[in-house]
């Protein structure tokens, strides 16, 4: 019975998400759709939405597609926009705008210990330099995207988490890891310490270290929170972060 009460914050998984583990088999069955939304702020600041779908329900084997949109925003240095940087000078930073979207399809296979999934599809994203010597808006490039989602309960009171996303518009990478232990005075949630690394085309490398707590409910919208310290090699100093993740399942 621990399992298949667990299950839920397993078969929901959507990008660092879960479901609430009140549901019953019958619910997961008949969940078709999950919502979500997530917030990443920090000195680089990352907010995004979307959607999983499985025709066939969110606690089966079987085809899963999942649909996101994101805006981003990143302090840097400035290196090709001002002339200073051409004589050895720290040149001036500058802000980076970006808008990512994805449409992946693929396929995720629940056991009692957990569920995995591969998804592959196309990816688009725009980005802006606000910069003195941005001239004109560049165009937008499309892609290939490739994700790869692991929960697991290696025991009956812990949960590990991998998320893993690359792709080529951006020819960007992002990955990250969790463990936790279930906590029942926080209504079951999980919490334990997480990382994360990503990295792009233009250089940017961010690492992050943290503490999260997942998976606790206010009626039916259920939430993950984490924070922690993040260092970002162009700003070339540490930081603090802090992500706020919800989601409803339909």
């Not at 009626?219 to 260092?231: D, I, Q």
């Given at each position: 019975m621990p399992l298949l009460r667990a299950r839920p914050a397993l078969l929901y998984a959507a990008v660092s998400l879960a479901c609430p583990e009140g549901a019953l088999a019958d619910e997961r069955e008949e969940v078709r759709t999950v919502l979500f939304g997530s917030l990443d702020a920090g000195r680089s600041t990352f907010v995004s939405a979307g959607a999983k779908v499985a025709p066939g329900g969110i606690g089966r084997d079987g085809f899963v597609t999942l649909a996101t949109l994101g805006y981003g925003l990143r302090p840097e240095r400035d290196w090709w926009g001002d002339p200073r940087g051409k004589a050895g000078l720290t040149p001036p930073r500058t802000l980076r705008h970006t808008v990512q979207a994805g449409a992946v399809a693929?396929?995720?296979?629940?056991?009692?210990?957990?569920?995995?999934?591969?998804?592959?599809?196309?990816?688009?994203?725009f980005e802006v330099l606000d910069s003195p010597g941005t001239r004109k808006l560049p165009t937008p490039r499309i892609g290939a995207r490739v994700q790869g989602e692991l929960w697991a309960r290696p025991t009956e009171t812990t949960l590990l988490t991998t998320t893993l996303i690359a792709g080529t518009a951006r020819w960007s990478a992002w990955g990250r890891v969790s463990w936790g232990i279930r906590v029942p005075e926080w209504s079951a949630a999980y919490l334990g310490p997480e990382?994360?690394?990503?990295?792009?085309?233009?250089?940017?490398?961010?690492?992050?270290?943290?503490?999260?707590?997942?998976?606790?409910?206010?009626?039916?919208?259920?939430?993950?929170?984490?924070?922690?310290?993040?260092?970002e090699e162009q700003i070339r100093r540490p930081g603090a972060y802090g992500t706020l993740t919800a989601w409803l399942p339909l």
């Open positions: 693929g396929w995720q296979w629940v056991r009692d210990w957990g569920v995995a999934a591969l998804f592959a599809g196309p990816e688009i994203a990382a994360a690394l990503y990295a792009d085309r233009t250089g940017y490398r961010k690492w992050s270290l943290g503490l999260h707590a997942t998976d606790f409910a206010i009626a039916r919208l259920s939430f993950r929170v984490s924070a922690g310290w993040v260092y």
